[in-house]
C-alpha cells in the first residue's frame, strides 16, 4: 500500500465510523499528509505500549464476567487480540510490531520506550474503569 492509499483508506474509514476523534491534531496531520515520520513513529511507540497492555485488561475483564455470552465475547476478543483468529492475521500487538518495523522501528524501541503522560493516563483510566471507579462523580 502506498502512503497515498493509506491516507485514503484512513479518511475512508474515518468516514464509517463518525465517532472516532477526528479533530485529534495528529489524526488531523496524517489524513492531510503533513504528519511527520517521527510523530507517526512516537504515536507508533505509544500505541505499542498501550496494545501490550489491552490482552491483560480484556482477560481480566472476562475472568471477572458472571454472564456467559458477555464472556463467550469477551474470550473472542482475547482471542483477536493475542492471535487475530477472527480476522486470520496476527495479534494486534504483533501487528503493531510489524507496522513499527516497517517506519524504522525496532522491537527494542518498543519494548523499552518510557510512556509518555497521555498514553499513562489512558492505561490508568482504563484500570479505573475495570474497577468500577471512573465515574464523573468519583473523587479519589
Not at 473472542?76 to 492471535?83: A, H, I, K, M, P
Not at 497521555?118 to 475495570?130: C, D, I, K, P, Q
Not at 465515574?135 to 479519589?140: C, P, Q, Y
Amino acid at each position: 500500500m502506498t502512503s497515498a492509499e493509506f491516507v485514503q483508506q484512513l479518511k475512508k474509514d474515518i468516514q464509517a465510523f463518525p465517532k472516532i476523534r477526528i479533530k485529534h491534531p495528529f489524526l488531523k496531520a496524517v489524513c492531510a499528509g503533513t504528519a511527520t515520520m517521527d510523530q507517526i513513529r512516537a504515536w507508533a511507540i505509544q500505541d505499542y505500549q498501550f496494545r501490550a497492555a489491552v490482552p491483560r485488561i480484556v482477560m481480566l475483564r472476562y475472568l471477572a464476567c458472571t454472564d456467559p455470552e458477555i464472556a463467550r465475547k469477551l474470550w473472542g476478543v482475547v482471542e483477536e487480540e493475542t492471535r487475530g483468529l477472527d480476522t486470520g492475521s496476527a495479534g494486534h500487538n504483533e501487528l503493531a510490531i510489524r507496522f513499527a518495523e516497517s517506519i524504522g522501528l525496532t522491537r527494542q524501541e518498543l519494548e523499552n520506550a518510557e510512556l509518555r503522560p497521555s498514553t499513562a493516563a489512558h492505561l490508568y483510566y482504563v484500570e479505573l474503569m475495570r474497577w468500577g471507579m471512573a465515574s464523573s462523580n468519583n473523587t479519589t
